[in-house]
């Protein structure tokens, strides 16, 4: 049976960090009724690849949910949304600052109509503070939460990070406080409000960072390879530094290609072993006992001098090659694996981290798969909803609606595109 069976979520939410958390909290078994603004969720237009298809953009973040559409600028459409949070554990959304306020539904009113049910907000900034007006997208929150000023290089431009730490990251923090205040709620009978700012799931993504920001009130940090310094106030990018204690960087490998680099963790315990494999063939024989690398505070003085050797030592030797020959020795190592690299691994095929899934507007496409390995409730993973594919199954099935009630609703445009904006 799956983890979450039983819990109904009506899921307001769109784009990435909301459909992340909402996708997760379905594979765990929840039933996602996902309620699009009539329009459908931007992202089912954004970037398309094949023509008059959902995108991959869409159809990788909302798999195992239900849509149903409904127009929340009309009477009869808040009327259904009412109906329907009264049936549900959990409702979630991600829009822009004041929008659920403007539809008639602030959070007062929704526990009026639903005392039990837990409510998950995403927003940028939060609701309080001078910048909880401001609408973000994921490399705002990047920018904000302090990732983009600690990344890249000293010398250079402050660059984002491929994972979306700002909104799929934000959508995994949402997911462990709604099942926090669900475990509460049926404990109490009283759900509350749950709220993540981008910025603020950032910050703690980036905790490292704030440590070593205190740090340099008291002095350097050796572990860095870029010069710092005590007081010099903000913690500098420092490239492929490791970031925790251990030495570590990328190292270039033939054929020595965009990715062909290996990221080497340059431990404590192993560095003996390591200094005896790769001296001889750097012409540096007794490397092991060199006292500039004696202990890890003189590797730390001389890395840069460590990092050239141990690079010349990998210009004989693909990522793989050199992977094997580290691992003999127990060092921690990986190759950095492009979006191909990773399609195609056996590891990551083996436990189903990319899954083929067939959809009745693209035909085969694949989703990277569920992360959260659960023994007795593992994931079984489908294709994401067409617009409103469910909306007659729901309006039946979970609110009981006649027919006849149906398509009165219909014809008031309870489903259907709400009235343009006056110019
Ligand atoms: C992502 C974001 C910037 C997009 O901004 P946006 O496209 O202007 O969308 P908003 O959420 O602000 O507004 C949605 C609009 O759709 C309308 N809408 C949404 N669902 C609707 C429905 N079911 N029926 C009728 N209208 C609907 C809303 O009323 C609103 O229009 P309005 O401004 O006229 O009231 C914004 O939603 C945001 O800041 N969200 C919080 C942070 C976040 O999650 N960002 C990450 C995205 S991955």
């Not at 600052?97 to 539809?103: A, K, M």
């Not at 039946?396 to 609606?401: F, I």
Request: charge should be negative; charged fraction near 20%; hydrophobic fraction near 40%.
């Amino acid at each position: 049976m799956e983890a979450l069976k039983g819990v109904r979520i009506l899921d307001m939410t769109h784009v990435q960090a909301g459909p992340t958390c909402s996708q997760l909290l379905a594979w765990l078994g929840a039933d996602v009724i996902k309620v699009e603004n009539p329009v459908g969720d931007a992202t089912r237009g954004q970037l398309r690849d094949v023509p008059g298809a959902d995108s991959l953009y869409f159809t990788m973040l909302n798999c195992n949910k239900r849509s149903i559409t409904v127009n929340m600028k009309s009477d009869e459409g808040k009327q259904v949304f009412t109906d329907l949070l009264a049936t549900c554990d959990i409702i979630m959304e991600n829009f822009g600052p004041g929008v659920l306020d403007r539809f008639g539904f602030s959070w007062e009113r929704i526990h009026g109509i639903n005392p039990k049910i837990v409510m998950g907000s995403i927003k940028g900034f939060g609701s309080s503070g001078p910048y909880a007006d401001f609408k973000a997208y994921e490399n705002v929150a990047q920018a904000m939460g302090g990732a983009m000023s600690t990344t890249g290089v000293p010398d250079g431009p402050p660059y984002v990070t491929g994972a979306q730490i700002g909104d799929s990251g934000t959508g995994l923090h949402l997911a462990i406080g709604l099942l926090a205040a669900l475990r509460q709620a049926e404990r109490t009978g009283q759900g509350q409000y749950v709220e993540v700012a981008m910025m603020d799931g950032v910050m703690n993504l980036c905790r490292v960072k704030f440590r070593d920001h205190q740090r340099l009130t008291r002095g350097d940090l050796p572990e860095y390879s870029v010069p710092t310094y005590q007081d010099m106030g903000e913690v500098p990018r420092a490239g492929n530094d490791s970031g925790g204690g251990q030495l570590g960087n990328a190292i270039h490998c033939k054929p020595h290609g965009a990715n062909d680099w290996l990221y080497i963790v340059v431990q404590e315990a192993v560095w003996e072993d390591l200094a005896r494999r790769i001296g001889p063939e750097v012409h540096v024989p007794g490397l092991a006992a060199d006292p500039r690398f004696a202990s890890i505070g003189e590797r730390r003085k001389n890395q840069q001098l460590m990092w050239t050797l141990i690079n010349k030592f990998a210009e004989k030797y693909n990522k793989r090659e050199l992977m094997e020959i580290l691992n003999a020795l127990d060092v921690p190592c990986g190759p950095i694996m492009s979006t191909e690299d990773l399609a195609g691994d056996e590891h990551v095929r083996g436990r189903d981290m990319w899954v083929e899934l067939d959809h009745p507007q693209r035909g085969k496409w694949w989703n990277v798969g569920m992360p959260i390995k659960l023994s007795a409730s593992p994931a079984v993973i489908q294709r994401s909803p067409t617009l409103g594919e469910h909306t007659d199954e729901i309006l039946h099935e979970v609110l009981h609606y006649s027919k006849e009630k149906i398509s009165s609703l219909k014809s008031a445009g309870a489903f259907s595109l709400p009235p343009k904006k006056a110019a």
